[in-house]
């Protein structure tokens, strides 16, 4: 994003919303134009603090979307501050940590070299593919969320349902 430090917050929003969609409608999103993707909540969060003085939570290893301590951040009112997420297409998997504050993906592990790459040239140019694709993914999910996100009726519609859902 273009100052993070004015819109984090929506990315940071963009992440929590992620993990609502992905547990109340489940994990396939067509992002029109006939492509459709599946995305997982991984084994990492990282809740924002909601002032500067509290600690940075952050849990690793097994489900935590699943574990008692991410339920308790939501209640209390943290957004997720980076996610580690997998994002399929087809036979193809990218694994990375989404920074929602800064829209940034880290970490990423590219779907498996096509076969077929004889040089070193094709592998890297393919693997510069993947991230070009990964990249427009992640931005098409995000511009999902923003047509929902600043709809005139969203805090009496979608966020509510989702409160919901962060309080249950």
Same mark, same amino acid.
């Given at each position: 994003?273009?100052? #993070?430090?004015?819109?984090?917050f929506? @990315?940071?929003e ?18 029109g ?7 997982? *909540? ?14 940075? =939570?952050? *849990?690793?290893?097994g *489900? ?12 209390? @009112? ?13 036979? +193809? ?31 890297? +140019?393919? +693997? #510069? ?21 600043l ?5 009496g ?8 859902? *962060? =309080? #249950?």
């Amino acid at each position: 994003m273009s100052d #993070a430090s004015n819109h984090g917050f929506l @990315g940071e929003e963009f992440l929590t919303w992620l993990w609502y969609r992905l547990e109340t409608e489940g994990g396939d999103f067509d992002l029109g134009g006939g492509t459709v993707i599946g995305v997982a *909540m991984d084994d990492y969060l990282e809740f924002a603090p909601l002032d500067e003085d509290e600690t940075l =939570q952050t *849990m690793r290893k097994g *489900m935590p979307t699943r574990s008692p301590e991410a339920r308790t951040a939501l209640r209390s @009112g943290h957004r997720l501050k980076k996610a580690k997420l997998i994002v399929a297409q087809g036979e +193809r998997e990218w694994t990375f940590v989404l920074d929602g504050t800064e829209l940034e993906l880290r970490s990423v592990k590219l779907p498996q070299d096509d076969e077929s790459c004889e040089s070193q040239a094709e592998r890297d +140019r393919e +693997r #510069a593919a993947h991230f070009i694709e990964i990249h427009s993914i992640v931005r098409r999910l995000y511009a999902r969320f923003l047509e929902i996100r600043l709809r005139p009726d969203y805090l009496g519609t979608a966020a509510e349902k989702q409160a919901a859902w *962060m =309080q #249950a």
